[in-house]
């Protein structure tokens, strides 16, 4: 059998966006090669009905800043790694800095208008991003590649009115379910920050933990493509076409 090598170290960073039950396991894969600087994105705290997936915190952590649980935990973890905390709202006062400020962008938010904020902030800023997401038994991941390109705007055109769609606080998730999901986006962001082909790219990722399926959906770059196209109408981000939701964590 042969034996693995350990995976080099990157000097990359990445900004993950929400520490919940997506952002923790992202950023245990993201320490486990060794990356260099990991920014963590989420203004809301602990709370014990969210233990059973946000793998990070324990009884100890509940109330606390979830920044600063995450950082602790991080840094217990892997002592050489950085871990810079930003206990703000990812919303229009504050993504298009932040997506400038990391080398990649791994979305773990659980509603519309936080997910097509990210990808709008990381196309404009050049940022390569993954989304993912998780609700009930199931979940689904993607790839914007820098600049996009394609991109989430070009799969899902416009957010749904509001209302339309459970968020996972709305209509639940089974704990280990995100933990897939948000491991595999850790996977893919490492191999983003190590400039490295995207494997998520063009291809909606569907996986239903009650089937033990994973089902691919390919997709290419919409010509009309509102924030990623040449005739692209966003140019820079608006509250008008968010909405005041923001980042909030799965």
């Known amino acids: 059998m042969a034996v693995m090598k350990p995976v080099r170290a990157t000097p990359a960073s990445v900004l993950i966006l929400g520490a919940g039950g997506l952002g923790c396991p992202a950023a ?15 203004d809301d705290r602990v709370d014990v009905s969210n233990l059973h997936r946000q793998v990070l915190f324990g009884d100890q952590d509940v109330g606390a800043l979830k920044v600063d649980a995450f950082a602790r935990a991080m840094s217990r973890r892997f002592p050489k790694l950085a871990v810079e905390k930003h206990a703000v709202r990812f919303d229009v006062t504050t993504a298009a800095e932040l997506a400038a400020l990391y080398d990649v962008i791994v979305d773990g938010t659980d509603n519309f208008a936080a997910k097509f904020l990210a990808n709008d902030a990381a196309v404009l800023a050049g940022t390569p991003l993954v989304h993912a997401a998780a609700v009930g038994w199931g979940g689904q991941l993607t ?47 490492a191999r983003l920050a190590r400039r490295e082909t995207p494997a998520f790219a063009g291809r909606l990722v569907q996986y239903d933990s009650r089937a033990m399926s ?3 959906v390919r997709f290419n770059p919409n010509p009309l ?13 608006s509250a008008a076409e968010y909405g005041p939701e923001g980042c909030i964590s799965t």
């Not at 595999?184 to 962001?189: C, D, H, I, M, P």
Request: aromatic residues 2%; contains cysteine.
């Open 225 to 237: 493509c509102s924030v990623c196209s040449p005739g692209a109408r966003i140019r820079a981000l």
């Open 214 to 216: 994973v089902r691919t």
């Open 143 to 189: 790839t914007v590649p820098a600049r996009g390109r394609p991109c989430y705007r070009c799969l899902f055109e416009e957010p749904p009115a509001a209302g339309v769609g459970p968020s996972c606080a709305e209509a639940g998730v089974l704990g280990p379910v995100p933990g897939v999901l948000g491991a595999l986006a850790g996977v893919e962001a």
């Open 28 to 42: 245990l894969a993201l320490g486990a090669v060794s990356l260099a600087r990991i920014g963590i994105c989420d």
